[in-house]
């Protein structure tokens, strides 16, 4: 894999070629290469490129042209490269498909693991590096380019969070680490932080490794790390168990779905109405059956924009984030797990996202509250998919959609496999141990990207107890008496 980064300040780079990411560049495992913006000027003389911003205002921003024609520059080498793996050139849909442009910034989506991961995936990833103010709009929109933050808090330039950016994914890349660095099971992998970790020797100042770590079972070590992971992860970071929330959807100006955020615990906000995470085999989907109701049609014509609050039979798709093009294609950010099911002729209910409940009441959640739309197209672009509906026809017109929460009816949920539930159905069961022993009721299940997390109300202390959803927790679901039959590792319920 290779990355191309575009700066002012090309010298800053050489640290890179230390340690795990100067070593894969020795071994050809990945390449990084720098291009100087300045270069492309149309300044001859003085290579100029800032300029001050238009409306007034403290500060320079870097100015369109050479930064543009750098990316060009950069482009058309790519396109000039042998693929990696196949024979012959590269053809234009290859390139898109294998090329990431990204501009670091501040104002861009928070950057995650998960986002390494797709990132990883790549074979070319073009960093753009701002400085002074940052860079001339109408570049960044010719280009496309994906605007990633490492944080929130504002650096003087784009080099450091695209050295970030470049560490956390080529560790990712096949072969960069050896065995001893290897990045199977580490924080955020499966969307919890790591479980704690001891090494030699076993008593240090009189503290002694957990007994269960010297047992040699191994499958009770892992579902005693599972544990300690999620134990830690709601201590630590509880945001990490609010699966649903979309931040980048906040951060494109559009506020987080209603649904997501009308849950009443305080830890984390698993909206029932999302959809699911598959992760057999204890896999729950947030859809319910597909239930054929005659007059479907109709409908969905007199449907009112109340109706969508009842999460069992309307399910959170996503949010318009914004606009792309002049033709009326809405950026959407997708909570459903399978962006890819925004497909031709899917219709969505558009809610706006700012009516609060108790207007929609007021107006029986009026005609303006609710649109209902056809997809006619959509594709995945990054973290959003760009959907276009038949009643979307301009940009104004989707600009109007902006920050609405789309919804789908659960006829149009997508089917379950054997083995999946519905968290709608789930929420209030028995959970009971070997010896069926009432032990609390299932409250809550919070998706995380392995498995998901069972939020058990205990009977007894009435505290929140999370068990991973994994073979070892979870021994049966028996729908029909509505009891989950439950192993709690020992001392678990110490840890709460
Ligand atoms: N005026 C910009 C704003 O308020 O959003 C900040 C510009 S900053 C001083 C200069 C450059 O540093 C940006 O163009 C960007 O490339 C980079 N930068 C600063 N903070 C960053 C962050 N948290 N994540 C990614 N890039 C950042």
């Known amino acids: 894999m290779r990355f191309h980064v575009m700066t002012l300040f090309p010298e800053m780079f050489d640290v890179m070629h230390t340690s795990v990411i100067g070593r894969a560049m020795e ?40 930064v543009y024609d750098c990316y060009r520059h950069v482009v058309e080498g790519i396109q000039g490269c042998e693929p990696p793996a196949s024979a012959g050139g590269r053809s234009a849909n290859d390139i898109s498909a294998k090329l990431r442009t990204v501009y670091l910034t501040p104002q861009g989506i928070p950057f995650t693991q998960e986002m390494a991961r797709g990132l990883a995936r790549a074979e070319d990833v073009v960093l753009l590096c701002g400085h002074y103010e940052g860079v001339d709009e109408r570049v960044l929109e010719e280009i496309e380019a994906e605007r990633i933050s490492i944080g929130d808090y504002v650096l003087s330039g784009g080099e450091l969070p695209a050295m970030v950016l470049i560490d956390a994914v080529a560790r990712l890349v096949p072969g960069v680490l050896s065995n001893e660095e290897s990045a199977q099971t580490e924080s955020f ?79 984390y906000c698993a909206g029932h109405s999302a959809e699911p995470v598959v992760s057999a085999p204890w896999h729950t989907s947030r859809e319910e059956e597909i239930m054929q109701s005659p007059g479907a049609a109709d409908k969905r014509e007199r449907l009112s924009a109340t109706e969508l609050d009842d999460t069992s039979r309307y399910f959170h798709v996503g949010a318009v984030a914004g606009t792309h093009a002049l033709k009326g294609e809405m950026r959407v950010f997708p909570t459903t797990d399978d962006p890819e099911r925004f497909t031709e002729g899917l219709v969505l209910y558009a ?15 009026g005609a303006d509250a609710l649109r209902t739309l056809t997809v006619e197209s959509a594709r995945v672009h990054g973290k959003f998919v760009l959907v ?48 069926g022993k009432e032990l609390g009721t299932l409250k809550d299940v919070i998706s995380a990207p392995a498995n998901d997390v069972y939020v058990m109300e205990h009977k007894e202390t009435g505290k929140e107890i999370l068990l991973p959803a994994i073979k070892q927790c979870i021994l049966n679901v028996d729908m029909e008496q509505r009891v989950m039959t439950v192993h709690l590792l020992d001392g678990l319920l110490d840890v709460y």
């Open 27 to 66: 071994r050809g495992l990945i390449a990084l290469r720098t291009y100087q913006i300045r270069d492309f000027s149309d300044d001859a003389k003085h290579h100029k490129v800032d300029d001050y911003t238009y409306g007034g205002g403290a500060g320079m921003l870097m100015r369109a042209q050479p």
């Open 189 to 267: 992998d499966d969307g919890l932080l790591e479980y704690p970790q001891y090494t030699r020797p076993e008593v240090w100042r009189d503290r002694r490794v957990p007994e269960i770590l010297l047992s040699g079972d191994h499958a009770k070590v892992d579902a005693w790390r599972k544990e300690q992971a999620v134990a830690r992860t709601r201590e630590m970071r509880p945001d990490l168990l609010a699966g649903c929330v979309p931040p980048m959807a906040n951060a494109e100006g559009c506020e987080p779905p209603a649904s997501a955020l009308d849950v009443s615990s305080s830890l």
């Open 351 to 365: 809610r706006k996202a700012n009516a609060k409940a108790s207007d929609r009441k007021k107006d029986g959640g």
């Open 388 to 435: 276009k509906c038949k009643e979307v026809n301009s940009v104004e017109d989707a600009e109007a959609l902006k920050g609405t929460e789309l919804y789908v009816s659960r006829e149009d949920a997508i089917p379950l496999e054997e083995g999946e539930y519905f968290v709608v159905d789930l929420i209030g069961l028995s959970m009971r141990d070997e010896e």
